[in-house]
């Protein structure tokens, strides 16, 4: 699981090399790198907060886990749209007054890329969930899957000679996809798993 997800973590920055060459590369690690910023500052605390509450709902009151998983949603949602409007809005204005206006395409980037970056800011610590329930083979699944779509992108931009920013936004549609998949398998798997905890069933949580 770790491997596939480095690889879909880099596969992107090779592609873009590979296909567009170092300037599209750069505009687009600038523009990822900005776009991660809200990513990086919330997404990494609100994951070990949630890890920690949903440790402890799921042994004390396993019932309340779907609440716990909704509420975070709802308030990660609120501040991954709040940075996806400001660069979907205003990315190329914004890139080219702080970089230069040679960097104005990267804001374009940043503006598609926005919308994946804010669905992954939701998705990234609630899908701790699968790991919480020993459901790895799912996550591992997943990360297959992600990794196979970018590079369906790159292979469909490749064939049919797209430009830049279309491979970017087709990027970032698979993206959002994938995120919103990873968001519902978590989700749907927790009713099983409560309902198992509900017949006294022991979990790893209890017998470590």
Not at 84 to 95: C, E, K, L, R
Not at 153 to 174: I, N, R
Request: aromatic letters at 12%.
């Amino acid at each position: 699981g770790s491997f596939l997800n480095s690889a879909g973590l880099y596969l992107p920055a090779i592609g873009f090399a590979t296909l567009y060459g170092p300037v599209v590369a750069g505009w687009f690690a600038l523009a990822e790198r900005m776009v991660k910023l809200p990513l990086t500052l919330i997404g990494n605390s609100a994951a070990q907060v949630y890890m920690g509450e949903a440790a402890a709902k799921a042994r004390q009151a396993p019932g309340g886990m779907r609440a716990l998983f909704k509420s975070f949603a709802i308030k990660l949602s609120v501040f991954g749209l709040l940075p996806a409007v400001v660069f979907f809005s205003g990315g190329p204005v914004i890139f080219g007054a702080v970089f230069g206006p040679d960097w104005a395409t990267a804001g374009t980037i940043a503006k598609w890329l926005s919308l994946a970056s804010a669905v992954r800011l939701v998705a990234s610590p609630l899908s701790q969930t699968l790991s919480l329930m020993e459901r790895q083979g799912i996550q591992v699944l997943w990360e297959g899957s992600r990794v196979a779509c970018i590079g369906a992108v790159f292979w469909l931009a490749h064939s049919y000679g797209w430009e830049p920013v279309t491979c970017v936004l087709s990027y970032s549609l698979v993206m959002m996809a994938s995120y919103l998949t990873i968001i519902a398998l978590s989700w749907f798997a927790l009713p099983a798993w409560t309902a198992g905890r509900g017949r006294n069933q022991p979990s790893a949580l209890e017998t470590t």
